[in-house]
């Protein structure tokens, strides 16, 4: 037995001797005697055979020991640990930070926000309505006729056919101005701002998927006049307090009369240019007086009550306002685009 008590003491010198420079060293001291080859581990196994009576006096022993080299090891382990961060390479705090990139606006939200500011500002609400509609409220309810173009399928996305109401995507957001016009009390003052969807074939000046704003407002007395001041000063508005408008006739089942808007070229005032095409003038909407049809459609007495309504494309405002010559760019998200209207609207 004498053998294992001199083992004791052989590895309390150790102990004392031991030093250790890195972590890993400390590891490997670990190993050496806590490990299951380590000697602390064998004095463990080699204790079972201890006569019992001197069981008492080196299990003692051996207790103590095994406290100190898990002392001494921990204590050489936070060494090693407070070495590693002396070395480690300092943080130089005075580095600037990572610049963190700001996301920024689409071109075609930052326009279709400014076309609502300006109605808001004029006390325009605000209404949406569903992207999936059915025939009635796209174009049942809007006089048109059973047979009229717009509703077969090269210009209409119909989501279901097979039933006698079909489901279809809007083709525009007057859709909305119908839901408006058979839940909301009179007078109505909206506008309705959405995504739209047409069966066309993509080019630099028609895309199948668009946004729309368009415009209602019905109340007792409202006339073509008051029609054409809210245009006007909406396209003073929007591009500028010398821009001119002009009306010219045209058709919408929805409106009677109907007419096409024009502003006078910002880009070369009348004078005649290739963004204007030599005339002046630049197409913005489509408005009109609301037919009796429609009105009487959704409930409203047509002979109390009468109303305009307009209708513009966003991508059309925008193309116009940043003389942008294809329609695409506004979907093709190229950064290169996009990030000229972060610099041009966010500084
Ligand atoms: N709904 C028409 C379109 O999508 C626009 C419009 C709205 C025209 C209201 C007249 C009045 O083209």
Redesign the pocket.
Known sequence: MSTMKETIEQIQKELTELKAASQKEVEEARVRFLGKKGSVTALMEQFRSVAPEMKREYGQKLNELKKSVTAKIEELKEQAAAAAVELAPKQDLTMPGDPFELGSRHPVSIVRQEIVDIFRKFGYDVAEGPEVEDDWHVFEALNFPPNHPAREMQDTFFVSTGHLNPLLLR????SVQVRTMETHPLPIRVICPGR?FRNEAISARAHCIFH?V??LYIDKNVTFADLKQAILLFAREMFGPDTQIRMRPSY?P??EP?AEVDVSCNICHGKGCNICKGTGWLEI????MVDPNVLEASGIDSKVYSGF????GVERIAMLKWQVNDLRHYFENDMRFLHEFATATEV
């Open positions: 083709t525009h957001t007057s739209v729309q368009e415009g919408f929805f409106t109907s909407m489509g408005c009109g309504a307009f209708g513009m």
